[in-house]
């Protein structure tokens, strides 16, 4: 499993056009059968970042996610409102042990 977490730092004038776009492409990411989990988050004190929590069954899955419509859709949709690139930072789970994850596709 791949974990990735996704810092975006959106300008202020995009947050609702930006917010309306990703959760398009959250919901219809929940779907994908690679994916275990797909959070959407927003800092508390600071409304223009926010967190994408990936989570996907192998590294095949996420590189299938990065070639749906909806995640090229919402890529390009999304561009000229970050105020600077996205980071992501990928990790493997510790815990939960991967057997106890519950899998909404599986």
């Known amino acids: 499993m791949i974990v990735a977490l996704v810092s975006i730092h959106v300008k202020p004038e995009h947050v609702q056009a930006f917010i309306a776009?990703?959760?398009?492409?959250?919901?219809?990411?929940?779907?994908?059968?690679?994916?275990?989990?797909?959070?959407?988050?927003?800092?508390?004190?600071d409304p223009?970042?926010?967190?994408?929590?990936?989570v996907f069954r192998s590294p095949e899955a996420q590189q299938a996610h990065r070639e749906t419509a909806h995640y090229l859709i919402w890529r390009e949709?999304?561009?000229?409102?970050l105020?600077?690139?996205?980071?992501?930072?990928?990790?493997?789970?510790?815990?939960?042990?991967?057997?106890?994850?519950?899998?909404?596709?599986?």
């Open 21 to 45: 776009a990703t959760l398009e492409n959250a919901r219809h990411s929940v779907q994908e059968a690679g994916v275990a989990r797909f959070d959407f988050i927003q800092q508390e004190d």
């Open 48 to 54: 223009t970042r926010f967190m994408l929590i990936e």
């Open 77 to 81: 949709a999304v561009a000229e409102m």
């Open 83 to 106: 105020a600077e690139p996205r980071v992501g930072v990928r990790y493997v789970p510790i815990f939960p042990d991967q057997a106890l994850w519950k899998y909404p596709n599986a």
